[in-house]
């Protein structure tokens, strides 16, 4: 099985300096530094003051050029930071694609947290997701935003690629308690998605959020996959982030939803969580499977 994150190019620092240098040159003279990979994108941190994003693949770059069209239209409407797009790099001779820089947004990306810090940003992240889910459709479409087009929430398409992750994650030994997770799996059915639509960030999950040193979220990050769909997409991060105890809180302010969006926002957070503890083993980052690990036992709480 190919891991959806293996990458095209591999952009090192030096030649993503000399990129940003050559077509930006009043930011010359370049401090670099490596902050980490996606699956799509490869992240630096230039000047100490900016975020540079380079794709590491094809389907990368049209959601490069989405997420800029959108981003100026969402940054003074939400109560959480995110990404100001302000350099827009073109293809060279040594780089095939175009790539984004942006204001850096303040905070770290969480690794593990306690509970008791989790439940802190349940108020900001159900504020966050009622104001993006308002945001109007037909708004979103004149600016190109795509509808979902990989299915994200289809249980028949995409419930075998999750049984091949849980047994490679298991035979790796990445899953500590291998039984809940397949007795998950057992009771999994398949569900009719509904045609509910919004505005969705359609990638939520610790890496791409930020928080402060009290483990507060501060910000939200990597909107390349952003598109027309399904509410459930984004509220995984419910299930993936925090623990039991803050649901309801979250929907209190949220919003009510039925029974099938929250069994399908738990299956995104189930299916997200077990892609990042694959891709954290492959990176060999320690920190970034341990959180992984923590975000799967937190999905598969009841």
């Not at 799996?185 to 959020?209: I, M, P, S, T, Y």
């Not at 769909?229 to 979250?250: E, N, Q, T």
Request: aromatic residues 10%; contains cysteine.
């Amino acid at each position: 099985m190919t891991n959806p994150w293996t990458p095209e190019i591999e952009l090192s620092s030096q030649e993503a300096s000399k990129l940003i240098g050559t077509q930006f040159p009043q930011l010359n003279p370049i401090k670099i530094c490596f902050l980490g990979l996606g699956f799509d994108n490869t992240v630096f941190k230039v000047n100490n003051q900016y975020i540079f994003r380079f794709p590491r693949r094809t389907i990368a770059v049209d959601l490069l050029k989405t997420e800029n069209k959108l981003l100026p239209h969402l940054t003074n409407t939400l109560n959480l930071s995110i990404p100001d797009p302000i350099f827009f790099g073109s293809p060279s001779s040594t780089y095939p694609w175009p790539f984004t820089g942006y204001r850096a947004v303040k905070g770290e990306t969480p690794g593990q947290l306690t509970e008791e810090r989790r439940l802190l940003s349940v108020d900001l992240i159900a504020e966050f997701l009622r104001t993006l889910h308002q945001f109007p459709i037909d708004t979103a479409k004149n600016l190109h935003v795509p509808n979902d087009q990989l299915n994200r929430l289809s249980i028949p398409i995409r419930r075998k690629k999750l049984e091949e992750n849980v047994n490679i994650a298991i035979t790796d030994g990445l899953i500590k308690n291998p039984k809940v997770i397949g007795n998950y799996l057992k009771r999994l059915k398949n569900v009719e998605v509904n045609q509910e639509l919004a505005l969705v960030h359609g990638d939520l999950h610790f890496k791409n959020l930020l928080v402060d040193n009290k483990g507060l979220i501060t910000g939200i990050i990597d909107w390349g996959d952003v598109h027309i769909g399904h509410p459930a997409v984004d509220l995984s991060i419910v299930y993936s982030f925090f623990p039991p105890a803050g649901r309801k809180r979250f929907y209190e302010i949220y919003g009510r939803v039925d029974e099938i969006t929250m069994f399908l926002a738990r299956f995104k957070a189930i299916f997200t969580s077990v892609m990042l503890v694959r891709f954290a083993h492959d990176q060999n980052n320690q920190e970034a499977l341990d959180a992984a690990g923590q975000a799967l036992n937190l999905a598969l709480a009841d």
